[in-house]
């Protein structure tokens, strides 16, 4: 079964940057797309990014465009997402999974995508 686990969350100041990483077991990532979701407390999980198995295309949340980027390494297995100029809003669990492919255009449905996994955390505060 295809297990996901995130990493390299933390504690960070504003306009600071983390780069989390999205590790698989179990299976490849070679034929799927690659969702980024995020969940602050008292709120709704949102799409944030993904990336394409296909031609690499990628999206990306009006919120988030220009500060954050997506890419595959292939070779570990592992989708990285580079989080720059971070913000405090930015703050939440963030969620790697699974789906078929990417929007074109916004929104990211949730619905769309699967094996989740367990999240980490990302605080941006003085």
């Known amino acids: 079964q295809l297990q996901l686990v995130e990493s390299g969350g933390g504690l960070v100041q504003p306009g600071g940057s983390l780069r989390l990483s999205c590790a698989a077991s179990?299976?490849?990532?070679?034929?799927?797309?690659i969702g980024w979701f995020r969940q602050a407390p008292g709120k709704e999980r949102e799409g944030v990014s993904c990336?394409?198995?296909?031609?690499?295309?990628?999206y990306y949340a009006d919120s988030v465009k220009g500060r954050f980027s997506v890419s595959r390494d292939n070779a570990k297995n592992t989708v990285y997402l580079q989080m720059n100029s971070l913000k405090p809003e930015d703050t939440g669990v963030y969620y790697c999974?699974?789906?078929?492919?990417?929007?074109?255009?916004?929104?990211?449905?949730?619905?769309?995508?699967?094996?989740w996994g367990q999240g980490t955390q990302v605080t941006v505060s003085s």
């Open positions: 999974a699974v789906g078929l492919r990417c929007p074109t255009t916004a929104p990211m449905p949730k619905k769309t995508f699967d094996s």
């Open positions: 179990g299976s490849t990532l070679d034929f799927y797309a």
């Open positions: 990336i394409s198995s296909s031609d690499g295309s990628t």
